[in-house]
């Protein structure tokens, strides 16, 4: 997971607050995933499912451009071993033993141990699958 946004850039001096112009921050969440879920079959091709979602990072970072004194680069401090994210989804039987699978996963619980920010994190997710069994 990863994603990036751009942020005013700003610096407390003895004269107020300067503005310096506009920050980009790219940050990365990698990420061993262990979905367990429960699934309904409807109507053939169509099943729905409910689950949660095992979330285990592995190295978060962050990376500023510009970087400068209060905005450096490097790994993203207090951020929970262990995430979960609760989830729905829904699926289609395609022929060849292939499906499509799609969920949304949502932000109900922080990401972070402490901060002065609250950081959650919410996803869709659609895949391609093949079935080894029908």
Same mark, same amino acid.
């Given at each position: 997971m990863g =994603?990036?946004?751009t942020l005013p850039g700003v610096a407390l001096t003895n004269n107020g607050i300067v503005e310096f112009g506009p920050k980009k921050m790219d940050y990365k969440f990698p990420q061993i995933q262990v979905p367990v879920s429960v699934k309904y079959y409807l109507i053939q091709p169509f099943s729905v499912s409910a689950g949660i979602n095992f979330g285990f990072n592995l190295s978060p970072e962050?990376? +500023?451009t510009p970087e400068?004194?209060? $905005?450096?680069n490097g790994k993203v401090e207090n951020i $929970?071993?262990?995430n979960l994210f609760? +989830?729905? =989804?829904?699926?289609y039987q395609l022929k060849n033993r292939l499906f499509l699978d799609t969920?949304?996963? +949502?932000n109900f619980f922080k990401i972070n141990n402490a901060g002065i920010m609250d950081m959650k994190i919410g996803f869709f997710q659609i895949g391609l699958g093949y079935r080894f069994k029908s």
């Open positions: =994603g990036h946004e962050v990376q +500023f400068d004194l209060l $905005s450096k $929970s071993t262990l609760p +989830f729905l =989804g829904a699926e969920r949304y996963h +949502f």
